[in-house]
């Protein structure tokens, strides 16, 4: 049973830091790509970062670029997302999905997590 769960979030201040994990099972993560969103209360869900499957590639978000690492533990089967500098503006629901990077759209029948929630507020 192909299973994502998310972990790590939680309240944090402003300018700190927090890392997401995405423990995958039911599969081997170097096959599928992983993205993570975000999605704030009241917003549309938003594309946050992307790791391709065989090549590890990156892709951030204008909104994280600079701040943020994502990163895979092929042995743990587990992918991260570490977000430095953290703004109010950050504050959402973040979820990661076994999808593809770049144009395509992700659907409910795609394998996702639960989500995990982080608040940036002092």
């Known amino acids: 049973q192909v299973k994502l769960v998310e972990s790590g979030g939680g309240l944090v201040q402003p300018g700190g830091s927090v890392r997401l994990s995405c423990a995958a099972s039911?599969?081997?993560?170097?096959?599928?790509?992983i993205r993570w969103f975000r999605q704030a209360p009241g917003k549309e869900r938003e594309e946050v970062s992307c790791i391709s499957s065989n090549e590890g590639i990156t892709y951030y978000a204008d909104s994280v670029k600079g701040r943020s690492t994502i990163s895979r533990d092929i042995a743990k089967n587990a992918v991260y997302l570490s977000l430095n500098s953290l703004k109010p503006e950050d504050t959402a629901i973040y979820f990661c999905a076994a999808v593809p990077c770049g144009a395509y759209t992700p659907l409910p029948s795609d394998f996702w997590g639960q989500g995990t929630r982080v608040t940036v507020s002092s």
């Open positions: 039911g599969f081997t993560l170097g096959t599928y790509a």
